[in-house]
């Protein structure tokens, strides 16, 4: 099949080229004040198409910047649950694989269609459950939608993954044919609960494979709105599953049931790596894992600083720094540190902080109190090993006073090798180191047990290619403004993660990620 220029959604960045800027906010503003009459709704898990409210009891869904609203009210799915909707998995693989891969396809196509023309309203319930502002949601609804658009044109344009090969004389009809894994468990993050959720699901069940979905407890609707979605637009009720509920029931009985196949995930390393263990002893293939990352921002001096300090402010501090893909070290050369950081911390000082549906606001809340919580503990030993420089705050008073909010936070005088420069923090936090030249730079860049995603500012050619040579990670980028280690785009910079990061060394939104879901099968007829 004939390749097919792919465009991505890009909502935003097309009114502002139009522009016309202001329909944008006019239809987020809309839809999030239609969003605001329908809180505390019950959400049921969904097996086989049968709704199921659970004997377990319900837990609720919170705004995490106004915990005085319930966003929905869902299920604490059981390990019966899993159990019935493996069973119904398993009768519905042989039917669902036999679908031509052009129905498959179209079903996406369709959903993508769905989901865009309903893009405000997917954005401002995302904003309502995990805090993004309007900007950010928008961007992660689109990329799911682009998920939907991608993974049908690489299937096709590969034409399902049959090729026909050369056989020697009897045997002269020799195939080698993809078939999927089987069923397929899907456990999703709440940072980016439409758009990770979407891609894993997507890469799943468009290559013939059956999905269980459980979705995070602190982001559970996004996963339900997709459900739906799909369902709605062609998906077969026993193909794909909704169970949402706690990791200890119904992640654990995905993990160890011997009827599900391959488990996708994307959370922390030390959950992904359990999953590992788990899945390997319980004969399951290995599994499909994107576990953070640690990421660096290398600052040369001969950089133009003012690029290099909207890059790194956006990528440390946007969604809080609740990237997998966020900048939390930035590496400035000796020479620059000082006008780079002052420069930075003025960037982060002009920020708004607050109510993430708010035009102005660039920070919102972290996710919960656990959050709260850990960035207080992080602040402590920060206060002890090195300075802070901006930020440090827990903010829980007046229009902060029933919301998870703390302060972007600047560290200076940090050692390369102390664990607040080793460690995932998961929080707007970001350690600022120094190095002499790039050799040392690179070293400590490295030196870590991740490799998701680094970034490097310089207008020195010769040195952007030493960073791309010998930086070990499996993101790369240099002098991006928009965001110096995220915002990969689906289709242009496959998200794969290094080390610790990831398993299978295919990224997400590129051209290898289907591969993950499918398995080779060597046919051959001799006449």
Known sequence: MAQTKFENELTFERFVAEGNEEEFHKGYESAYKKALGGLKNRYPNVINGEKKFSKEGEFPDICPYDTRMTVGIFQKGSREDVVEAVKSSIDSLESWEQTTVEHRCSIFRDAADDISRRKYEFSAWLTLENGKNRFEAIAEVDEAIDYLRYYPKVLQEHEGYVLKLDGPVPCNE??????????????????????????????ALITG?????????????????????????????GVFH???????????????????SAIAFTGSRDIGMAIA???????????????????????SDKADLDKAVEGVGRAAFGYSGQKCSATSRVIVNR????????????????????????????????????????????????????????????L?????????????????????????????????????????????????????????????????????????????????????????????????????????????????????????FLQEQSRTVCR
């Open 277 to 299: 263990r788990t899945s390997v002893e319980n004969g399951k293939r290995p599994p499909i894992l994107e576990m953070g990352g640690k990421n660096p921002t290398i600052v």
């Open 174 to 203: 020799t195939r080698s044919v993809l078939r999927p894994l089987g069923v397929v468990g899907v456990i999703s993050p709440f940072n980016f609960p439409i758009a990770i959720t979407t891609g894993m699901v997507t890469g």
């Open 209 to 237: 494979n059956v999905v269980i979905l459980k979705p995070p407890s602190d982001a559970p609707l996004m996963g339900y709105m997709l459900h739906e979605s799909l369902l709605k637009n062609g998906i077969p009720p």
């Open 335 to 394: 020479a620059v540190a000082d006008k780079f950081t002052k420069k930075l911390a003025t960037w982060v000082e002009s920020k708004r902080i607050g109510d993430p549906s708010e035009k102005a606001t660039f920070s919102g809340p972290v996710i919960n109190q656990a959050a709260v919580d850990r960035f207080k503990e992080v602040i402590r030993e920060a206060s002890k090993t090195g300075q802070i420089l901006t930020g440090g705050h827990v």
């Open 396 to 516: 829980d008073d007046g229009a902060f006073g029933n919301g998870f909010f703390v302060e972007p936070t600047i560290v200076v005088h940090v050692a390369s090798n102390h664990e607040l420069a080793l460690k995932e923090l998961f929080l707007p936090i970001l350690i600022i180191l120094t190095y002499r030249d790039l050799d040392e730079a690179l070293a400590i860049a490295n030196k870590i047990e991740y490799g998701l995603t680094a970034g490097v500012f310089s207008d020195d050619a010769g040195e952007i290619q030493e960073f791309f040579s010998k930086i070990k990670a499996g993101v790369a980028y240099a002098n991006r403004p928009q965001g110096a280690t995220t915002g990969a785009l689906v289709g242009s910079q496959s998200f794969v993660g290094w080390k610790s990061s990831g398993v299978t060394g295919k990224g997400a939104g590129g051209p290898y990620y289907l591969l993950q």
């Open 242 to 260: 909704y169970a949402a509920g706690s990791g200890s029931t119904v992640g654990s009985e995905i993990v160890k049931n011997r009827g599900i």
